[in-house]
């Protein structure tokens, strides 16, 4: 039985911890971060808006709890500040998202907190709890663990029932907590995670000074993400999207969504982002959204990710009348007999058709690559260099392959002992975590590294060329890579020898 309390709750985002920004929304909710000299919590950069955080508010506020909203991120505070908050405003109630690189930080500061405010519930969310309920529970002062999906609210209802109400825990679906030493789960589980919620609530939320996109032009927009659907049905096998987003679809009705875009542009943000797995993902519904933005003179750039077999000449013409600037698209690997096995239903083939279909648009593409797959070789790694040259994307997103716990990549990188450490803060994507079975991770590193500088020298010069052709902003921005090339860079030959000794 659940002792019965009349609830004071606070939705908390922590700050990022030492020497990280994090953002734990990226990487299917698991979380990815970057490396900064900061010394305690604290951001150092423009942090990303949880969606989390409006969901959670509107059920809050539809069910009159007092509740206030900590955005430690938001506010760049440290620890010290953190608990200063804390201990002024008393909840008994504390709902924290976590990361996975920043986990062990991110439970620090909740034991903290839980030495400041002992009574206090706090409760986890994030696709982490899904997946490593031990090493939470086990290891910290942490109460409950939700382990419902993105946005992570589908249970908030029936939770709040049973601590208002003291009833028992096993009642609340999709919950895990510690009894008499050892893990239970409710016995319920969520059967919707979107379908159903109540209209986001940003009436308590600052939107302003958040994560920023750029157009083709150079032209900066901090943006708000809007979840139009979620879940991913494709089960790409190193991909974390299903863990944390769903493997089947459900996607709020049109109307709905352009409600909310309609209600963000009267806020006067500066842009805002389709949170969709892929948002052409069902080409008719993604039309009729773009009629809706456009019949209502909806004037807000945005951008969204797709898959490429998802887009098309006809999709491509209604995003880009509708606003969307930036179109984000999976490339992963330009090595045939790797993309095969990496991502069902694509092939270069289709990669190079849709790259070459962008330039018909004024929408910036960007290929998101993805470098030391089970099966990557010094080969393979310079087919996918040389392809990314030839497919010419606006801008480039290079990271490593991660096995994110609960993945099937997870388990075929454990059974070939491909996993070097299981430092969760070094699961950051910008860091090699496993070897392939034909190089050694300091070698995927290496030749990673290289083929980024040399790609960034040859991109940039060949920019340079388009200076003064360009708006304005874009011209600064060559001009300051160009000044960047000359003093820090040496220019050689457009392709470094990369090493090649066996592991």
Partial sequence: MYLKKKLNVMLLNPPSPAHMDVCRDWAGGFGTSLPTNRKGYGQSGDPFFYPFLAYASSILHQRNCEFSILDGQKSKLNQHGILQIVEKKKPNLIISQIGLPSLQGDLTLLNAIKDVLPNATLVCVGTSCQVLQQEILGKSKVDLLSTSKYPYVSNLNPLIDVIEQGNELDSIPCLLFVKEGKIFASTRVCTKNLLGLPFPRYEELDLYGYEHFKDIDGNRYSYIPIVGAIGCASMCYYCPYPLGFGNQWEGRSPEDIVNEIEYLSSRNIEGFMFRDQSFPIYEKRAIEICNMIIDRKIDLPWFCEARLDNINRTILERMEKAGCKTVQLG?????????????????????????KLTKEFSISSVGHIVFGWPNETIDSMKKTARFVEDLAPDRVHWSYLTPYPGTSLRKIAQEQNLIVTNDWSKYTSETVVMRSNWLRADQISTAGKQIMRNYWKVETLRQ????????LPASRELANKFTYLIKNVRIGSNEEKLDTDEP
């Fill in 331 to 355: 490339v992963e690997t330009g090595d045939e007999g790797l993309i095969n096995v990496a991502k069902p239903k694509s092939n270069l083939d289709i990669t190079r058709r849709v790259f």
């Fill in 464 to 471: 340079i060329s388009q200076l003064g052709k360009k708006p």
